[in-house]
Nanobody
Framework: QVQLVESGGGLVQAGRSLRLSCAAS????????MGWYRQAPGKQREPVAA???????NYADSVKGRFSISRDNAKNTVYLQMDSLKPEDTAVYYC??????????????WGQGTQVTVSA
């Protein structure tokens, strides 16, 4: 079983920065892509950024140029550096990982979420 634990959320003023972290623990054969999603009140969960095991990245248009995703495979951790934050970035941010388990089966794991609130 795999656990993803996020940290780093909080309340910040617009224009400031936050860095989210998500550490994976447990047992697996491999972790493929890792990523971040967010869900604002009354809205559907949406993808924010993703990174493959090889380091290729992609971003939602709304965060391009402001957010940066990275990962440390040795620490099984993915990061989201969020700069120039805007009030519309306010949401619960969830970590996601595409994992190949010990049995060889593939699963989608989610963290519990961390709140990011950006004040105007």
């Amino acid at each position: 079983q795999v656990q993803l634990v996020e940290s780093g959320g909080g309340l910040v003023q617009a224009g400031r920065s936050l860095r989210l972290s998500c550490a994976a623990s447990g047992s697996w054969l491999s972790i493929n892509a890792m990523g971040w999603y967010r869900q604002a009140p009354g809205k559907q969960r949406e993808p924010v950024a993703a990174i493959t095991s090889g380091g290729s990245t992609n971003y939602a248009d709304s965060v391009k140029g402001r957010f940066s995703i990275s990962r440390d495979n040795a620490k099984n951790t993915v990061y989201l550096q969020m700069d120039s934050l805007k009030p519309e970035d306010t949401a619960v941010y969830y970590c996601n990982a595409d994992i190949i388990g010990l049995s060889g089966s593939r699963s989608d794991s989610w963290g519990q979420g961390t709140q990011v609130t950006v004040s105007a």
